[in-house]
């Protein structure tokens, strides 16, 4: 029986083969097919055009779909229709699609900047800056509320997550998004997340989690650096340390973020960055894929979905023993998320099966929503 | 805007930010369970639900669980919801002389402060203080003085504080350093304090006071015949207060000339006086005049509005510069206060409360007289002074009645002691604006504003005893 966390593991590595009976279009407007695995696990899998890479093919049998495995088994999975609301357009004329990507009951949204993967003219597959943002027709904070609006209609979303795209200044990219964020506050019940940089003074984490901000996910460079290191490396790397434990005093536990790209260094060191970030209340979001074959960083991938799995399930053990809440990364379908490196794992996820579970039902979204509203009441004064 | 994010443990900040909600459940309880019971024997059933309207209204200023001018309204809409009188009486308190006077008040405070003229004032006043500087710490206190005999203290206050910050930056002095920046912050919070009872215009308790006393038909205080009450307390406090900042702190600096040049630079900023400040210079002399001379003849509240009236004629204010800058809530406040005492006197409630409660544990008038001043000023510490009045004044004056004393020496009493209040920042605006500086540290001002209120209290004896008798009034006849 195939490990289920492996074989998407396996997908996000190798990507996927059109095999027959497949319908058009199979892919969403960036080139990813959603399928659902067994156990509910979602995985955006890119097609592997040259058909000669992938050990993994999707086929269709009657009504079913089938993924076989070259050698192996057929696993049955799901297929999920790339959504209608990406060919709509706004009021004001802009392509849904051109606004926001959609990655299970997460929206990404790039408003103003690519991130750094854009910015060198790569395709980011894991954030959503799937183009280049810059030959993007511009859009306003209505067009992007419209544009969840219209992507609600056809499919329920949690999260918007807005990214500052990699910016240089002292607040982070907090302030470029503020106005984004006061619109989605104003007219819809979801909550929001910001992929930012970690800011240089911690009155902008308090600013961000005031404005209505309810998690951070935080470019913490100093993990994954650059072929050149900057030369105040080390101080830093204790600032962007010491902005991330702060911001997980502000947010709810398991609201902050922080990524780290399996692969790029030995993996005894991406064990070791999951402890230094756990032991300040982050959760780490391991993202598993090779860089693309223009990247700089190609040489430098090492890690086999095998060798990763240690990886994950250490993830998992460890933020169930500090109880830290997983479920701010949930259905998170292009990386392996903390929960699910719980097929890795002897530990028991009961519990956190059960709250999952919770949070997927009308009442559980609710409360969630409600109780991350009520908090930011209680905590947040005005100075 | 800035924000806090408040980090202690969830149910430590639950309990901080909704205590009120489990205390307004007991209220309420508290109050569905008194009405459900028969009134106590010699009390009608309208006076017992107007003394559990008190009573509320008591809870709530203390606590300030609503905003004082909240509770004010409640006070006004509880008896005619409750029965104890028709709307259309309960409503009308609201229109009593004294509301009107204390609005004309803050009306003509907010045009001294929006003009300008009070700072100049201030500054004219401080310009040959800076020669030493204990003649520096006697002027901001006489400046902040004589400027609370025509504004409200806080009003005061709220002017002197950023001209008190810049001498101390020029000073260099640092709320970490000596004790020399601790005295001029207080003497500006005192200065206030000590200026505000000496006339009507200081504080708008006073107003209220004369207001609970013409409504429950005891005639009414003039203007000068409060200011010839005072005068012996405010010379008094004055002098020791003065002593007591220059002799309990040391006067850790040498010179104060940096002081002169900040304050000639504000004047020179100032310019020359604009024809609106002249204006209303004169109209406050006039004002003034006509309280001292014409105030029972014409009415406080007549000539006030009459000033407001030309001040607008004459556009010294618009009426934007009000909607923003007046405290509308205090006179809000007081048609709440007004209305529940009056409803306290003519129910007969306020009558039983003292039989039953107050009079056997006094003696004499001069117990009464004690224990009020001294009353008075201690709640003054924690709360609003005009809270303190609409709380004290009600029931000082049925106990006055009983021992057959004039009720205004209640009203003397209770609305001078209540504006005496030095240690605690939640007493009055100014001391609080003084703390806000953070040159004063609690445990270093407790013992000079206990000696203070002490004084205070003292001499507030003594004036009723040897000062008042000349004025014709009389504590122990």
């Known amino acids: 029986m195939t490990n289920i966390a492996l074989l998407k593991l396996q997908l996000l590595y190798s990507g996927i083969l059109a095999g027959q009976n497949l319908p058009s279009p199979l892919t969403n407007p960036f080139g990813l097919v959603h399928l659902v695995l067994p156990e509910g696990l979602t995985v955006s899998v890119h097609r592997n055009e040259n058909g000669t890479d992938s050990p993994f093919t999707l086929r269709k049998d009657g009504t079913q779909f089938l993924l076989d495995i070259a050698g192996g088994e057929s696993v049955p999975v799901q297929w999920t229709p790339p959504l209608q609301s990406y060919q709509q357009k706004t009021s004001s004329g802009v392509l849904v699609a051109d606004i926001l990507t959609v990655h299970g009951d997460f929206i990404a949204v790039h408003p103003t900047h690519a991130c750094r993967f854009g910015q060198s003219g790569l395709s980011c597959r894991y954030c959503g800056s799937s183009r280049d943002v810059s030959q993007h027709p511009p859009f306003t904070p209505r067009d992007l509320v419209e544009a969840i609006q219209i992507v609600e209609q056809e499919k329920q979303c949690d999260v918007v997550s807005l990214s500052s795209g990699r910016v240089d200044t002292a607040d982070g990219g907090v302030e470029r998004l503020e106005k984004w964020v006061t619109e989605i506050r104003k007219h819809l019940n979801v909550l929001i997340a910001l992929d930012l940089v970690p800011p240089e003074t911690n009155d902008w984490i308090d600013k961000t989690y005031a404005m209505g901000v309810d998690a951070l996910y935080y470019d913490s460079d100093f993990f994954n650096p650059d072929d050149e290191p900057r030369k105040d490396f080390e101080k830093h790397k204790a600032r962007q340390l010491e902005a991330l434990a702060y911001a997980s005093r502000i947010f709810p536990t398991g609201a902050v973020l922080s990524h780290l790209v399996i692969g790029l260094e030995p993996l005894a060191e991406t064990r070791a960055s999951i402890d230094l970030l756990i032991d300040r209340g982050v959760v780490p979001v391991l993202a598993y894929f090779p860089p693309y074959d223009g990247s700089s960083l190609r040489s430098r991938w090492t890690a086999t979905p095998e060798e990763a799995r240690a990886i994950y399930a250490h993830l998992y053990e460890r933020l169930v023993r500090t109880r830290i809440n997983p479920h701010w990364v949930q259905q998170y379908d292009v990386v392996l998320t903390a929960l699910e490196g719980r097929f890795f794992s002897n530990e028991s996820p009961r519990y956190h099966l059960k709250l999952k579970n919770f949070y997927e039902t009308s009442f559980g979204r609710a409360l969630r929503f409600s109780l991350a509203r009520l908090r930011r009441h209680l905590r947040v004064v005005p100075a | ?43 009608s059933l309208e006076g017992y639900r107007a003394l559990i309207v008190f009573l509320t209204c008591l809870v709530l200023w203390v606590t300030r669980l609503l905003p004082l001018a909240v509770t004010g309204l409640f006070a006004m809409v509880a008896p005619p919801l409750l029965g104890v009188l028709p709307a259309k009486e309960a409503f009308a308190f609201f229109g009593s002389e004294p509301v009107f006077f204390i609005m004309g008040v803050f009306i003509l405070a907010t045009a001294l402060l929006k003009s300008g003229l009070s700072a100049r004032l201030a500054l004219h006043l401080l310009k040959s203080g800076s020669k030493s500087p204990k003649r520096l710490v006697l002027h901001i206190m006489l400046t902040s003085a004589l400027l609370s005999f025509v504004m409200s203290e806080h009003a005061v206050a709220a002017m002197m504080f950023p001209l008190v910050v810049i001498i101390s930056r020029r000073l260099n002095l640092t709320p970490q350093g000596g004790s020399y920046g601790r005295i001029l912050f207080l003497a500006m919070a005192w200065g206030c304090v000590i200026g505000g009872i000496a006339t009507m215009l200081g504080g708008a308790r006073v107003a209220l006071a004369v207001g609970l006393l013409h409504d429950a038909g005891g005639g009414t205080i003039t203007f000068a015949e409060w200011t010839r009450a005072m005068l012996p307390i405010v010379l008094v406090l004055f002098g020791f207060c003065y002593f007591l900042l220059t002799r309990f702190f040391s006067i850790d600096i040498q010179t104060v000339a940096e002081a002169d040049t900040a304050i000639e630079e504000q004047i020179r900023d100032l310019g020359r006086p604009l024809m609106e400040e002249k ?189 008042w008798p000349l004025l014709g009034i009389h504590v122990g006849r």
Not at chain 2, 2 to 12: C, V
Not at chain 2, 16 to 38: D, E, T
Request: with cysteine; hydrophobic share 60%; glycine share 8%.
């Open chain 2, 1 to 43: 805007m800035q924000y806090k994010i408040d980090t202690r443990p969830l149910p430590i900040v639950i309990l901080a930010r909704w205590w009120r909600f489990p205390v307004f459940m007991l209220l309420g309880y508290g109050l569905y369970y008194c009405f459900g019971q028969k009134p106590p024997e010699g009390l």
């Open chain 2, 279 to 467: 204006f209303l210079g004169l109209l406050m002399i006039g004002a003034i005049a006509s309280w001292v001379f014409f105030g029972l003849q014409l009415g406080m509240a007549s000539i006030s509005i009459l000033a407001v009236v030309l001040l607008f004629m004459f556009r010294v204010v618009e009426w934007k510069d009000l909607q923003e800058k007046m405290e509308w809530g205090v006179i809000l406040m007081y048609g709440g206060a007004i209305a529940i005492s009056s409803i306290l006197n003519s129910t007969g409630a306020g009558i039983w409360f003292t039989k039953r409660f107050v009079l056997p544990h006094l003696d004499s008038p001069w117990m009464l007289m004690l224990a009020l001043s001294f009353l008075s000023i201690l709640l003054a510490e924690a709360m609003s002074p005009s809270a303190v009045v609409a709380i004290v004044v009600p029931i000082g004056m049925s106990v006055a009645k009983q021992f057959g004393l004039d009720p205004k020496v209640v009203v003397y009493a209770v609305a001078s002691a209540s504006g005496l209040a030095y240690a605690l920042p939640m007493s009055t605006p100014p001391v609080a604006l003084a703390y806000s500086s953070g040159y004063l540290r609690m445990k270093e001002v407790l013992l000079p504003a206990s000696l203070m209120a002490l004084v205070s209290w003292l001499t507030l004896l003594m004036t009723a005893k040897f000062w």
